[in-house]
């Protein structure tokens, strides 16, 4: 199996060696991930500037281990994360079997996804029909990555062995805790939002700056079908997600709302 791992926190990212050392066990890893912190930029590409890449020797971040089963190859991108998916596989890396982005610290519920760069560089893959998953741990501090690997690893097994008839874009949050606190793992659909953006000014000589950060906590109830409730609920949380942002079920009173603003528009029935 060819397995492409990309993140949004760079390169160096504890979580994402985590999911590397995991899914090695599974195929051969290719890591394409940012060279520097790259949370927030949500599906950003650089159209007007070139990408550096540069290879980076695996064992910089894995300890020589004469009994892993497949090979991990590294490289370190001057991008965003969707740059980072882009460039490997219509360039670098080429086709794989699975996409990976992850393990990120801290979650991507709700419609915060719209803004992860974890699920972000992730849309890449799936628009290019890859199996694709974006996975996060619930916490930024201290978060334990063990339960989001292995749950990696038996994924990209079950992907390997028995593979679906179309692809997957699974976005999953694992609770920051220890396996035997989780109570279990549940199919969710997108909830709302989880987190708003606070804003802080500072002077500086005769500017303003302004300093947005998205730790606003919403409260509310979700729903118990919703992957922030499930999380809230010691519970592993797998959203399908189909990116897109069209809305078909609204187009008939959208129609009605135009009314005669076409015939008034263009002087006619259009």
Sequence with gaps: MKILLINDDGVDAPGLWAAARALRQVGDVFVVAP????????????????????????????????????????????????????????????????????????????????????????????????????????????????????????????????PPDSSYFLNINVPNLAVDQISGVQVTRLGDRSYGESVRQESAGADKRYWIARNRPIPGNPAEDTDIWALKNNRISVTPLRPGMGGSEDMGDVELFLGDLPTRLLGRRD
């Design 35 to 162: 060279d520097r912190q790259q949370s927030g930029v949500g599906t950003a590409l650089t159209l007007h500037a070139p990408v550096r890449v540069r290879e980076v020797p695996a064992q910089t971040y894995l300890a020589e281990d004469g009994d892993a089963p497949n090979s991990v190859t590294v490289y370190a991108v001057e991008g965003t994360p969707a740059d980072s998916c882009v460039l490997a596989l219509e360039s670098i890396v080429g086709s794989v079997d699975l996409v990976v982005s992850g393990i990120n610290p801290g979650s991507n519920l709700g419609w915060d996804v719209m803004v992860s760069g974890t699920v972000g560089g992730a849309v890449q893959a799936y628009v290019r029909g890859f199996p694709t998953v974006a996975i996060s741990v619930g916490a930024v501090q201290n978060p334990h990555l063990e339960v989001a690997a292995q749950f990696l690893q038996y994924l990209g097994q079950r992907l390997r062995d028995d």
